[in-house]
């Protein structure tokens, strides 16, 4: 507790002494235009969020927020300096200046927003813990689990959320606690629980690594709120903006049924929603120091969020997450993006 | 009284001591016990191997480029394959690797040039691989210069960064460590505490918590815009950690000759340096050898640490592949191949040190 406390002493010290410095310094448009580059911090490797490929290349629906925000500046979505960081060394790797954009799969809390000196820009993904069932057991829904076996990592929020879910609805359970994922999927495949909790997205991760994938299912129940975004500095407004707007942008596009295929045909459509986000009427980048194209940058290179989603994590991919409340809010889910005028 | 003045011809060892049968009736059968554990070991042995060599020989898949091209009986080595550069050059663009290959091609080349005592000019081999390779390696690798394009270092990675982070931490901390272990041993007052606090203090702090004050406690220190990259933080930090503990092992080499050798030179009317560089430590390095080979190895083994600051050696990169959704649950494999890499490196070090010891045997060893 004391070392968290120091910890967070140090990083507030450290964002007084930055607060102080940025004003002496250009605008992180600036340096990133500078520099050519969009200095973005992922995680050290999170299935379908980031990670790389064969060829070295990062990919999943974090790493695209970089590349929309490079697309977005540089016109180039390949432009990104990827910095891998661990949980406890992201927020300083921001505060610090080493990242301009941190999208590591970053639970958006009150205390995050409003103590580090950091702005949340958007959610690119509401997850949430969930349970995974083997099919023979035939539930349904997480009121079924009165008294079950339930295996779940060690020192995460995951244990606590679940000790609460059942306390408040009045439930029983057995917990059995392992170290690692790995150990946990261990326990889990050899029959030790009845059922898996973690967040959804990684059950998804966690389901692949089965010996039969298709014997186990997730359950749609979640029992805690975990909305994943990207974030910046504080006292950089214009910066804010950008991040912002390259994520609604891409949900906007998904909206109005704009995707990478056809944007350029798009360029020409009557639709004044369509025809404002491609910055064929007005200028809309002009106020964020963008060129006016900035939304077709991005939806050319990047994709659309639909895309994103599909592609990364969805049922393109080999995670096969459902949309779920991550579908548009004209399609029944919570995704939302204020209009671009 | 009779005679023999001819000596008994020389005969073979009688039948029944001599070759396999009797080797292992001597060592391995000679009474029921031994008998007993013996068969206990060999089937011990025989429900490990025969699994193992299932599991990574006959039953594993070898060729394709995907997962689907995997069985799940046996290993996976198409994982393997397919992500075999970047275990070696880590993030490294793949149109640039040449540039990784001169850099090993000289650096293995160069090591062999020192060790094979056959090869010629050894001194300037030395010389060029203590000043002049690091800054051809360094242009190589960083570019900038020459129309190179500039590859940063978040880039580096694998057995290129573990390679890197090993031969800086060794060829740094030995003279760092040298310089410490005299001045531990020096009877100025000054010298003395400062050489025990610094090593007191490197010793008595885990790596761990030194990578983690460069990566996450320094640049909240520093001005912003003047960070100093991540990989120098974590090549500072392990260089002055192993050279704390390579003092104490060099100073454990000192206290193994007698007084009697530097008092005899100080006799001859020689200076402390020439004391020091003429008898003391050529004698004192030669004792020291398995101690500072254990230091290298143990550093070796350490750089594996850099992977909680987000720098992905060749154990990261591993378990960057293991999160790719594409090759999800091949970390068994991933995890073989790694320990394979460091076993390499780790034993040929170690069959070095005691060809080394062997061929500076001057009679030390009893």
């Known amino acids: 507790m004391l070392n968290k406390k120091y910890l967070a002493l140090m990083v507030s010290a450290g964002s007084i002494t930055l607060a102080g410095m940025s004003s002496a310094h250009a605008t992180t448009l600036e340096d990133t235009i500078d520099s050519g580059e969009v200095q973005c911090g992922v995680s050290d490797g999170l299935p379908g969020f980031s990670a790389p490929d064969d060829d070295g290349n990062w990919q999943g629906i974090d790493v695209d927020v970089c590349r929309a925000v490079a697309a977005a500046v540089l016109g180039d979505s390949e432009a990104v300096n990827y910095i891998s960081l661990n949980a406890v060394e992201r927020f300083t790797a921001l505060q610090s200046g080493e990242v301009d954009v941190l999208s590591r799969n970053t639970t958006w809390t009150t205390t995050r927003d409003t103590t580090l000196g950091l702005n949340f820009t ?29 295996c779940i990592q060690s020192g995460t929020t995951t244990e606590l959320n679940l000790a609460d879910y059942f306390s408040a609805n009045d439930m029983e359970f057995d917990p059995i606690v392992f170290d690692t994922s790995e150990q946990t999927v261990g326990g889990y495949e050899a029959g030790r629980c009845d059922v898996l909790t973690s967040d959804t997205s990684q059950l998804a991760a966690l389901r692949i690594q089965l010996d039969d994938p298709e014997g186990s299912e997730i359950l749609s129940d979640v029992i805690s709120k975990e909305p994943l975004g990207p974030v910046v500095r504080q006292g950089d407004d214009q910066w804010f903006n950008i991040v912002k707007w390259s994520l609604f942008a891409m949900m906007n596009a998904e909206e109005y049924g704009v995707d990478s295929e056809n944007v350029d045909e798009m360029l020409e459509s009557e639709d004044p929603n369509i025809a404002r986000l491609l910055g064929e009427d007005g200028n809309y980048g002009e106020e964020m120091g963008l060129e006016a194209d900035w939304a077709y940058q991005i939806i050319s290179q990047v994709g659309n969020y639909g895309e994103s989603f599909d592609r990364n994590v969805g049922m393109d991919s080999p995670l096969e997450i459902e949309r779920g409340i991550n579908e548009l809010w004209t399609e029944g889910g919570i995704q939302y993006a204020p209009p671009v005028r | 009284m009779i005679h023999n003045k001819e000596t008994i011809p020389e005969q073979p060892a009688p ?17 029921p016990i ?100 690091p800054v051809v390696a360094f242009v190589l690798l960083y570019g900038g210069y020459f129309d190179l394009p500039r590859v940063s270092t978040n880039r580096w990675g694998g057995l290129m960064l573990t390679l890197l982070l090993a031969s800086v931490g060794m060829i740094g901390a030995l003279p760092i460590g040298i310089v410490l272990a005299l001045g531990r041993r020096s009877s100025m007052p000054i010298v003395k505490s400062f050489c025990i606090i610094f090593i007191e203090f490197w010793r008595g702090v885990p790596l761990i918590t030194i990578l983690f004050m460069a990566s996450v406690m320094l640049p909240l220190f520093l001005p912003s815009g003047m960070g100093v990259d991540r990989l ?41 340096w020439k004391r020091m560089g003429l008898i003391i430590m050529p004698q004192a390095l030669k004792m020291m050898i398995p101690g500072i080979v254990n230091t290298f ?20 990169i591993v378990q960057a592949a293991l999160s790719d959704s594409r090759w999800l649950g091949f970390s068994l494999e991933g995890y073989v191949f790694a320990a394979f890499m460091f076993w390499i490196f780790c034993f040929s070090m170690s069959r070095y040190s005691q060809y080394l010891e062997r061929k500076l045997n001057t009679g030390h060893k009893q």
Do not use: H
């Open chain 1, 122 to 150: 958007g959610v690119t993904f509401y997850d949430g813990q969930g349970f995974m069932v083997s099919k023979d057991l035939g539930v349904s829904s997480v009121d079924e689990l009165d008294g079950a076996a339930i």
């Open chain 2, 232 to 272: 120098v933080r974590a090549l500072i930090g392990l260089t002055l950690f192993q050279s704390a503990y390579m003092a104490e092992v060099i100073r454990g080499g000192l206290q193994a000759i007698p007084k009697g050798q530097e008092e005899a030179a100080a006799a001859l009317g020689m200076t402390y």
């Open chain 2, 297 to 316: 190895i143990s550093l070796f083994k350490d750089t594996t640490l850099v992977m909680i600051i987000g720098l992905f050696d060749l154990l990261g």
């Open chain 2, 34 to 133: 031994n008998s007993l554990f013996t068969l206990l070991g060999l089937y011990v042995l025989y429900l490990l191997v025969v699994p193992t060599v299932q599991w990574a020989f006959i039953d594993a898949d070898w060729v394709g480029s995907s997962r689907e091209d995997c069985s799940r009986v046996g290993a996976c080595w198409v994982f393997i394959n397919a992500r075999f550069s970047q275990f070696i050059y880590g993030l490294y663009p793949s149109e640039e690797y040449w540039r990784a290959n001169i850099v090993f091609a000289m650096f293995f080349t160069l090591i062999a040039w020192m060790a094979i005592p056959r090869l010629p000019f050894k001194r300037w081999v030395a010389i060029f691989a203590l000043i002049a390779f």
């Open chain 2, 15 to 31: 039948k029944g001591t001599i070759g396999p049968i009797a080797w292992l009736r001597s060592n391995l059968f000679n009474g």
